[in-house]
Structure formats: C-alpha cells, structure tokens
Nanobody, 124 residues
Framework: QVQLVESGGGSVQAGGSLRLSCAAS????????MGWFRQAPGRERVRVAT????????DYANSVKGRFTISQDNAKNTLYLQMNSLKPEDTAMYYC?????????????????WGQGTQVTVSS
C-alpha cells in the first residue's frame, strides 16, 4: 500500500512556474512507476508525465514536453513536477499516482494508488 499526498498547487499568471510535490509513504521498494495526471472540469483525467522509479526514465505528454519536468528524490520519498512557462490551458486539478505492477504506466487504469490532488490555476 502506498499513500500519496500532493502539495504545491496555486494560482499563477501565464508564463509563470510552479513546483508540485508528492510525498509517498513508501517509495523505491513498492513502486514500479509514478506519474502526474491532471483533470480539468468536465474533462477526463489525462497523463502529464511518468517516471519509472528503478531506471528513472521519464515520459511526457506532448502538451507539456519542454515545459514540465518530473523527478524523484528517493531519500525524501518525494516525487516532483516542475512546471515552467505555464499556460491557461494547464489549469486543472493535478494528481500524483503510483503503481507497483507495471509494465504499462500510461493511462489512469495502469495506476493503483492516487493522491487527493492539488489545484493549479493559470490566468492569462
């Protein structure tokens, strides 16, 4: 069982930056991959970025490539999402997710553990 708690959301103007954090109750030994998803009102939850915790390889949605960076700090059991050059269309609830099974870490159905989310609002 992995418990996840997100923080770091807030309101920012377009072009600004935010860093989201996700504190995990257990990390390296329990997870195969972790990811960030987002969900805007009335829309489906979509993947933003994934990190494979063993190899530390990363993968991003096309909409955030070059602007967002996913990373992990094993010593702190924490996952991060650095978001730069934010756009109004990045406005959503952001969720941290983890899974211990693999091999797929692409859709919400691939992740067993979820945090409660943190709101990001980008104004123009």
């Amino acid at each position: 069982q992995v418990q996840l708690v997100e923080s770091g959301g807030g309101s920012v103007q377009a072009g600004g930056s935010l860093r989201l954090s996700c504190a995990a109750s257990s990390y390296s030994y329990s997870t195969y991959c972790m990811g960030w998803f987002r969900q805007a009102p009335g829309r489906e939850r979509v993947r933003v970025a994934t990190i494979y915790t063993g190899e530390r390889t990363t993968d991003y949605a096309n909409s955030v490539k070059g602007r967002f960076t996913i990373s992990q700090d094993n010593a702190k059991n924490t996952l991060y999402l650095q978001m730069n050059s934010l756009k109004p269309e990045d406005t959503a609830m952001y969720y941290c997710a983890a899974d211990s099974r693999g091999p797929w870490c692409l859709s919400p159905a691939d992740f067993a553990y979820w945090g409660q989310g943190t709101q990001v609002t980008v104004s123009s």
